[in-house]
């Protein structure tokens, strides 16, 4: 059966204990203010584009595919962020939406 969402993460074998001290006292400041900016305004587009989405779905019948990658593109990089701070990956989450 396929499911609708997939998220995977692969289990490190070994972990950066220096990136791991580092990340814990400072995290929120090399991580946090760029990706917390970006996503704020991120996250500000996309409840625009889901009311207008929310119409467009009202009325056609059918979720319009730019909008549903815009808002896929969201979830995508803010699930990456939230899994560099909770300690799942060593790998710094990119700037980006894209896979």
């Known amino acids: 059966m396929l499911h609708p969402v997939n998220v995977t ?3 490190p074998e070994k972990l950066s204990r220096g990136i791991l001290i580092l990340r814990t006292l400072f995290g929120w400041l090399y991580v946090g ?3 917390g900016v970006c996503l704020f305004g991120y996250g500000i587009a ?3 584009v889901i009311i207008i989405a929310w119409f467009a779905v009202l009325f056609t ?3 319009p ?3 549903f990658d815009f808002v896929v593109g969201y ?3 803010s699930t990456r962020v939230s899994g560099y701070f909770l300690f799942l990956t ?4 990119p700037f980006s ?3």
């Open 46 to 48: 996309v409840l625009v």
């Open 9 to 11: 993460a692969e289990y």
């Open 97 to 99: 939406n894209k896979e």
């Open 90 to 93: 060593d790998k710094y989450p």
């Open 75 to 77: 979830i995508r990089w």
């Open 33 to 35: 203010i760029p990706h």
């Open 61 to 63: 019948g059918k979720y």
């Open 65 to 67: 595919k730019g909008l």
